[in-house]
């Protein structure tokens, strides 16, 4: 059965994950279209992996169904991974192996032919910025490097859906700066790729939708844009007093904004108008030790539905 | 919306056995994937794998040659005579056999199963757990087989080889070898950590003492006689000289049987662990 362009690259409804008793991801319904990047955000233990681990045929379902490029992962498994790219959220590289030999094996593993894993190899490195690391042993990469060859391996079987598990975490900004930028470009070239991540700013730059993962539940799906406007107001005041006063200070803010998320450190107004509610806060007597004003983000989203924050 | 027709998750659990064999008998080709990444590895450490030779050598010149002269002959399979030193070196050659399978399917599969990861990359390719099974227990083989041949070879040069049937003595070596390298995965897929390991030496070496590998079953009472029949290194090491003193009767085909069901099973058993371990 060839698969229709049209058609969802990955439809999943009910999908559930079990552990013993513990329930990791708790029924989830979801819709992936071609070309689309889309992105499971959520802090740890959502059950983000254990849904992708699911879509990548590498973890049978505990409950519902999926169709994973219109086939059964139950039964067309082998036919699926041929197709899928898959970046763990832990490096799987073969230690014993050279970079480029990391490449080659994998390749096999697809029964790609010699030649054609020698090209596409070369491309490879040059894409993950590896080229003259080509013949040095894994082990002593740095933390980036391993990341950027476990995705360059994940595209040697150029897969029609790329699966990416935290490509980011661990990472400095300028390294994950240059995986955004690489992303993008497969992205460009029509590869539809799911991720999940921690980091809203990844989630805001690489993904057209996205779900909001919370205890093995999806808590809200939309453009991160939707998203915001849904569960958001347009504008946040944070301030900061002194430690230890803020739960205090929440009460007497009372009525100038729709609502306040006490932070350890900080209070979060969240209102229409910025300016506005921090004349109301001076009007009030109140001197926070600092204010600012900004704009509505995907983290205030997330604290908003799990009440929690992203990355602590 | 679009909607899928309904799906088991699933399969019923009857369907084992068939999904364990026909991919067993068709995954060659992806099996080879897995003897060829071992083979990128060892092309580096030739010499680890050259040492294998050599255990089996030392035991020959110790215990064949040297305690050969101080008993000097006894009776083969056939109810022949022969010298001490044609009797022990096909033993020896099966019992290589059988410690070359067990260290490769239980000391390194367990490295590359817990520490190593190589498989959790792997089986996000087409390759699957049986193709996993059967391409680690290939490598194992075809390590033990170049093995064999050297000291059959030796053997061949000593005089050691009474009959044109030592030609089979090759096939049989990996008879031997495919039996105990798929209980050794097997065994291997539940071991916790290294200190289990000590269960495998406790196995490996009364097997290696006690199976008529060094004095002839009849020198053991007849009840123990029956215990030993029961154990699989008497098997190969009872085919082995059978084929190399040309003692062959039907018997052989028992052994064969044997060491074939063993490997089978052992094989299933891996293939089901690997899934329950790794695709979880
Ligand atoms: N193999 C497993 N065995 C038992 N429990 C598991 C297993 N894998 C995951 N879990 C549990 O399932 C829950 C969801 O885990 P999962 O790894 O899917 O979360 P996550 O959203 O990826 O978290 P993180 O952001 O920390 O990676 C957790 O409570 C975890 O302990
Ligand atoms: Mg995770």
Redesign the pocket.
Known sequence: MPSDPAEPLIWARGLCKR??D?V??DGIDFEVGRGEAFGFL??????????MRMVACLSPLSGGSLRILGLDPARDGVRIRSRLGLVP?DDTLDLELTVRENLYIYGRYFDLPRKVIRERADQLLAFAQLTERADDKVEPLSGGMKRRLTIARALINEPELLLL??PTTGLDPQARHLLWDRLWRLKQQGVTLVL?T?YMDEAEQLCDRLVV?DK?RIAAEGTPRQLIEQWSTKEVLELRFGPGEHEALAAKLGGLAERIEVLPDRLLLYVEDGDEALAGTHRRGLRPDSALVRRSTLEDVFLRLTGRRLVD | MSTAPQVTTRPPRGTLVARVLPPALLGGRRAGRLVERNLLVYRRTWIVIASGFFEPLFYLLSIGVGIGKLVGTVTGPGGQVISYTAFVAPALLASSAMNGAIYDATFNIFHKLKFAKIYDAVLATPVGVTDVALGEISWALIRGTIYSAVFLLVMAVLGLVGSVWALLVLPVAVLIGFAFAAVGMAATSYMRSWQDFDFVQLAVLPLFLFSATFYPLTTYPPALQVIVQLTPLYHGVALVRALDTGAVGPGALVHVLYLAVMGVAGLAVTSRRLGHLLL?
């Open positions: 552990f013993g513990l990791a991801v959520g802090p740890n233990g959502a059950g983000k992996s254990s849904a959220q598990d935290e999940t921690h993962m093995g | 979880r």
